[in-house]
């Protein structure tokens, strides 16, 4: 079982940034943490990821404004978010893969991102 602890959302202006962050309680067992999010009445969608081999993946709406990257005992990692749009408003969540597994099944209780006009 992995436990998952985030932080760092808030309501920020158009153009600003926010840091959010993602703990895991173990890294023993993660093959890969990333970052989803879901707006109002839409589906949850993939934003960012980094995998085991320190490979990154970036949604297309969000590349060149979003980095993601992992702290040195790889049990958390970062989404230091950029010239936000409104349209990123949403509910963002961490979610981790583990070892042998095929899908995200560890999730975090998300955190919400605000971004005003």
């Known amino acids: 079982q992995v436990q998952i602890a985030e932080s760092g959302g808030g309501l920020v202006q158009a153009g600003g940034s926010l840091r959010l962050s993602c703990t895991a309680s173990?890294?023993?067992?993660?093959?890969?943490m990333a970052w989803f999010r879901q707006a109002p009445g839409k589906q949850r969608d993939l934003v960012s990821a980094?995998?085991?081999?320190?490979?990154?993946y970036y949604a297309d709406s969000v590349k060149g404004r979003f980095t993601i990257s992992r702290n040195a005992a790889r049990d958390t990692v970062y989404l230091q978010m950029n010239s936000l749009e409104p349209e990123d408003t949403a509910v963002y969540y961490c979610?981790?893969?583990?070892?042998?597994?095929?899908?995200?099944?560890?999730w975090g209780q998300g955190t919400q991102v605000t971004v005003s006009s």
């Open positions: 979610a981790v893969q583990t070892l042998g597994r095929s899908t995200y099944e560890y």
């Open positions: 173990t890294s023993m067992f993660i093959r890969h």
């Open positions: 980094i995998f085991r081999d320190d490979t990154t």
